[in-house]
């Protein structure tokens, strides 16, 4: 089963209005983080927002928020007041809690996001 | 503001030739991660260093990618022999520290196998 599930391939969005991007995740360790992170078409990934398990506010970071349902395991976000150059490849991921010190992100596959003006 | 440095931003190799790759995280960052990315698809880790010992290889083909991050500082990543199968974009990240820190990008490496 995949432990991140990005369901929309891709979105179409006008300039200004607000985009919600889904995540779902599965896991079984109760101490884990939820990152999303930006890549535009030069390659470079760029990191948006953390959410910890643990945290009993979702975060915000200026115009990009983490809509955090625990027991739905969604962690979706929404991006308010779009702008142009907000087009670009999104991709939630998650960090669990392993032995030995291993902290590797485990990505979904990602939504192209695209704005129209 | 510090950023992790990588190059070559593009490689273009033939198969079974030799291809390597240098990382240089953001300074004082002691955990670092190797990625591939294959088009379409989200990152998957390769290999994780704590300083200059490998925490996680569990996903790296040992058959023909080696890592190494001799002094605890910048890491080179190397195939041989490259196959096309191994084209793809490879991106290094770094932490502050191990379990808990956001992990940062660098720009990466775009390699082509033909």
């Known amino acids: 089963a995949q432990k991140i599930t990005q369901t929309q391939p891709g979105m179409f969005v006008q300039e200004k209005e607000a985009v919600t991007l889904d995540c779902t995740y599965d896991?079984?360790?109760?101490?884990?983080?939820l990152f999303w992170y930006k890549q535009p078409s030069s390659g470079e990934m760029i990191f948006l927002i953390y959410?910890?398990?643990?945290?009993?506010q979702n975060a915000t970071e200026g115009r990009y928020s983490l809509n955090f349902q625990k027991a739905r395991k969604s962690a979706n976000l929404v991006i308010s007041a779009s702008q142009l150059g907000d087009s670009a490849m999104y991709f939630c991921a998650m960090r669990e809690a392993s032995g030995g010190g291993a902290d590797g992100l485990t990505f979904g596959k990602g939504t192209h996001l695209i704005i129209q003006p | 503001e510090a950023e992790v440095a990588q190059s070559p931003r593009y490689k273009i190799t033939e198969k079974s030739q030799a291809v390597a790759f240098w990382c240089d995280p953001i300074s004082g960052h002691a955990t670092l991660y190797w990625y591939r990315q294959i088009l379409g698809q989200g990152p998957e880790l390769l290999v994780q260093f704590q300083d200059e010992s490998v925490v996680d290889d569990s996903q790296l083909p040992k058959d023909r990618f080696s890592a190494e991050r001799l002094k605890g500082v910048d890491s080179t990543l190397k195939i041989q022999p490259a196959e096309l199968g191994d084209s793809a974009m490879y991106l290094c990240a770094s932490s502050a520290r191990l379990s808990g820190d956001t992990q940062y990008f660098g720009p990466g490496t775009r390699l082509t196998v033909l």
């Open positions: 896991t079984s360790d109760p101490s884990y983080g």
């Open positions: 959410q910890g398990s643990y945290d009993q």
